[in-house]
């Protein structure tokens, strides 16, 4: 595979540890600073996969008045099927964004064809059906 042109580029991530995760959407890192932070986790399933206390993370700061928190946890490093380490993203809000960017970069081409529309999040199977009240 030739690797090509990212779809999608990051502010720079801190790195840190993962110290703890609690409360789905809650982590504490301690960055290399020793300081130690919690940070917003977008992705509430278990992350069994990615989520080893000591682990090594990387955050986004984006200090904001409109957020409860100035980190975002964008990453963790785990084995991949060959045993060595890698990045994975864990920020499930993330997902539609890159396949997007992917379509649109036609990286997808070979796999999907040509695409006409791209409609994020739309409802799949039976439609819900509006009866109205006899008038």
């Given at each position: 595979m030739?690797?090509?042109?990212?779809?999608?580029?990051?502010?720079?991530?801190?790195?840190?540890?993962?110290?703890?995760?609690?409360?789905?959407?809650?982590?504490?890192i301690q960055l290399a600073s020793g300081e130690i932070v919690t940070a917003h986790c977008a992705n509430t399933g278990p992350m069994t996969g990615v989520l080893h206390?000591?682990?090594?993370?990387?955050?986004?700061?984006?200090?904001?008045?409109?957020?409860k928190l100035d980190w975002s946890w964008e990453q963790a490093e785990t084995k991949n099927t060959n045993g060595a380490m890698c990045w994975v993203g864990v920020n499930t809000s993330l997902a539609n964004?890159?396949?997007?960017?992917?379509?649109?970069?036609?990286?997808?081409?070979?796999?999907?064809?040509?695409?006409?529309?791209?409609?994020?999040?739309v409802v799949y199977g039976l439609s819900l059906i509006h009866i109205s009240e006899p008038t």
């Open positions: 030739m690797a090509g042109k990212p779809v999608l580029t990051f502010p720079q991530l801190q790195e840190g540890v993962l110290i703890r995760r609690y409360k789905r959407f809650l982590a504490d206390q000591g682990g090594r993370v990387r955050l986004r700061h984006a200090p904001s008045p409109s957020r964004k890159l396949v997007r960017l992917a379509i649109e970069a036609n990286h997808l081409k070979a796999e999907l064809g040509d695409i006409e529309t791209i409609r994020p999040e």
